[in-house]
């Protein structure tokens, strides 16, 4: 495997673990998912996931990579209001567990950082 290769199918099994855990265990997804958005909770859920394995095979396949990495950088920044959501919600949680939902928030600009070096490489 070309070392240039590495950090596009690192994203795509990333992208592609997190989509299968939407559908394997939705509910921790569920509670991510803003009330102000129509529909269930559990359809939103169900499409995130759609769309996380959509954008993974998009990044794992050489000749849509340059676009599944503006995909998953588009992506990334569409979920951060619910991690903003997760870190709110966290309020009444024990500290280290507060720690954990904010530390998330920062973590989503190295994401879309990846996402974009992919794109770039592709």
Do not use: C
Request: charged share 15%; no cysteine; net charge positive.
């Amino acid at each position: 495997m070309a070392t240039s290769q590495r950090p596009a199918h690192f994203l795509a099994g990333a992208l592609g673990f997190m989509g299968v855990l939407h559908f394997a265990v939705p509910k921790p997804f569920d509670g991510l998912i803003p009330r102000w958005l129509p529909g269930s909770r559990r359809a939103w859920t169900y499409g995130s996931g759609v769309a996380e394995l959509t954008v993974a095979a998009a990044v794992a396949v050489p000749r849509t990579r340059r676009l599944g990495g503006l995909a998953a950088a588009l992506l990334f920044l569409g979920v951060f209001p619910g991690n903003v959501k997760m870190a709110l919600d966290a309020a009444p949680a024990p500290a280290p567990q507060r720690a954990m939902a904010w530390a998330r928030l920062p973590l989503q600009w190295p994401l879309i950082a990846w996402a974009l070096k992919v794109r770039d490489r592709a």
